[in-house]
């Protein structure tokens, strides 16, 4: 395929977003991090598109200077208008520019997961003058087709199939750009007049993918909470911004470049425009910016019209949603018919609220869900994303391992008498299915490498009967971050259906190897004494020689317990968020594997192989 060029429409004043726009022009609104021009900037250099076109009117200096300082300087040409000259008289004043060849032509209030090469190769196939990529979204359905998808009027037309929405995705041939006048005026108009001329103008339906028109506070809020999703996260802090480590945030929180934030605030689902002052109260559901707050209903963010909401990002089969129960918020987990954890679930929140332990309290319980104490959204692992000193994250982590002694120090006698504890020990078994979790949903279906070592089989079975021979406590078996919830800064523990009988080391790997967060090594260190000074203490039968001699074989279990999961749940499940973590899970593998490779050499030759691939 040659070549082709771009078109991105920039000029517009954006009237439905005012009054955001009369300080920053539509195609700068941040995404992330990210004006909107810089992603499909990138979405349109995925494709064999060589130079772009932007046209500029409304704050044009300030779209000139985005340019001039963006890795895209010597990709686009920038086109001024004076006066406006709308969507046709824009690409009319660029037909130098674009009647080279084919070119494609892209809103800047548009994100898309529209597959733009499918789209070009359908156009250059069916050899159209116009090909629209269209959608059907009956809020803005006004484009009349015909049962082959041809456009046949805007409108209300007669003989029609069906109506449909134009995405603001579109690729033409150089030829279209007779039908358009000089000056200023209206594609729509061009499209018509092709037809009437007996020119084909087809459409390629993007039905599946994503579509967001953005053009609106509630929608551009929706786009950028669900980039946030995507992303896997709850919190997006830009590190040029100034003051989170000083204020109270829950639910979905963005705060974009340049923004500060004074002491006191809190914030509740919101985002904090660029170079905005916050200094003082209490938001929820807002788009906020200096002297601006527009505020925001739960359904026009999430995309849902009424309760429940679904909440988490975690990799939990299980279902979380907020619900109201007596004016208040609470959380309504459902569970399929078969989930073995249902039961253990509800017996475990009862034995762990008996012996003091922070986990959410249980209002109801029915038979395949139940109703818990909402903790916020706020985890440990959210709560990181804001920098923060190292003085305050010691304090937190020296509460999480406050909890987690606890948890080890409950007696053998208490848990012989939970129900739901009896034959759950995290036994050689469960080790061995650990190891071989790593090798097929990590090794094998992230790395593509087929890994079948008799050698490192019998490496697997030493490894599992050395952590299988450490003394055995109750256990929460996924104690990090995300599973580490923040309500008044109190930590409190969720997903904790997995409790069983194992060696403490694996659950202080957990949480003190946690790939979700790097903590350098001598805060790792003071907390490793701190937790063992506090079992030494608290614990019956505890026994530091063996727990210090156990503690580097519960990493490397975990590590690549880790490692598989985050296979699993990227492949199979389709949270390719997960992924962004392997690095970090594979560099503590390395690293702890270095420390006994003469100990297990097919275990180290096998992570020096995937380092390398």
């Known amino acids: 395929m040659n070549e082709i060029r771009a078109f991105i429409l920039c000029a517009g004043i954006g009237e439905r977003l005012m009054p955001i726009t009369n300080r920053i022009p539509k195609p700068l609104l941040p995404i992330l991090g990210k004006p909107i021009v810089h992603l499909i900037i990138e979405k349109l250099l995925s494709v064999p598109v060589g130079m772009i076109g932007i046209n500029l009117y409304h704050k044009k200096e300030a779209i000139f200077r985005w340019i001039n300082s963006s890795p895209f300087k010597d990709k686009v040409i920038a086109f001024p208008e004076e006066p406006v000259l709308g969507t046709g008289g824009a690409l009319k004043n660029a037909e130098e520019f674009l009647k080279q060849g084919t070119f494609l032509v892209h809103n800047s209030d548009i994100m898309s997961e529209v597959d733009l090469l499918a789209l070009i190769e359908y156009h250059l196939s069916k050899g159209f003058l116009a090909t629209l990529a269209v959608c059907d979204c009956p809020e803005f359905n006004n484009v009349g087709i015909d049962r082959e998808g041809f456009l046949k009027g805007i409108g209300d037309v007669s003989g029609l199939t069906r109506k449909v929405t134009f995405t603001g995705i579109s690729v033409y041939s150089p030829e279209f750009l007779r039908f358009i006048p000089h000056g200023a005026s209206g594609v729509v108009d061009a499209w018509l007049s092709a037809i009437k001329a007996g020119l084909p103008i087809g459409t390629f339906d993007i039905r599946g993918s994503y579509w967001k028109d953005i053009g609106t506070p509630s929608s551009y809020s929706g786009a950028v909470f669900n980039a946030l999703r995507t992303e896997g996260e709850t919190v997006y802090i830009h590190h040029s911004s100034k003051g989170c480590k000083d204020i109270t945030m829950d639910g979905y929180v963005v705060i974009e470049s340049g923004a500060i934030v004074k002491k006191g605030v809190t914030l509740r689902n919101c985002i904090i425009l660029p170079e905005s002052t916050i200094n003082s109260g209490q938001y929820e559901n807002s788009i906020l910016s200096s002297n601006l707050k527009i505020g925001l209903k739960d359904s026009e963010i999430f995309g849902i019209s009424e309760e429940p909401i679904l909440i988490g990002i975690g990799g939990s089969e299980r279902c979380y ?52 104490e909402d903790l916020g959204d706020m985890s440990l692992y959210s709560w990181l994303r804001c920098p923060r000193g190292d003085e305050d994250i010691e304090k937190i982590y020296l509460k999480v391992m406050d909890v987690l002694m606890e948890i080890h120090s409950i007696s053998s006698k208490d848990i012989s008498e939970c129900l739901v504890l009896k034959e759950r020990v995290f036994d050689y078994e469960h080790l061995r299915w650990e190891t071989g979790y790593f090798i097929e949903r990590f090794v094998v279906g992230i790395k593509g490498i087929e890994e079948r070592s008799p050698s490192l089989n019998e490496e697997f079975h030493r490894l599992a009967l050395k952590v299988d021979s450490l003394p055995k406590r109750l256990i929460h078996r996924d104690f990090q971050s995300q599973n580490i919830m923040l309500k008044d800064m109190i930590p409190r523990v969720i997903d904790y259906q997995g409790a069983r009988l194992g060696p403490a080391g694996y659950d202080v790997a957990s949480i003190l190897w946690d790939p979700y967060h790097r903590l350098k090594d001598d805060m790792r260190h003071r907390l490793l004494d701190y937790y063992i000074m506090g079992m030494n203490k608290k614990a019956e039968g505890f026994n530091e020689m063996d727990f210090r001699h156990g503690l580097l074989y519960c990493r490397l279990q975990r ?6 999961a985050y296979g699993f749940l990227s492949m199979a ?21 270095t420390f006994i490779k003469d ?7 096998l992570v020096m192989q995937i380092e390398d691939s």
């Open 559 to 564: 590590h690549m317990q880790a490692l598989g």
């Open 573 to 593: 499940k389709g949270k390719r968020y997960f992924l962004k973590h392997v690095p970090e899970g594979l560099r503590l593998l390395k690293e702890d594997v």
């Open 599 to 605: 100990e297990y050499p097919e275990l180290y030759r």
């Open 321 to 372: 949603y907020r619900v109201k129960r007596n004016g208040k918020s609470a959380v309504l987990m459902r569970c399929s018919a078969d989930d073995p954890d249902f039961i253990r679930h509800i017996g475990l929140s009862s034995f762990f609220r008996k012996h003091s332990i922070p986990v959410p309290v249980l209002f109801k319980a029915g038979d395949d869900n139940c109703l818990f």
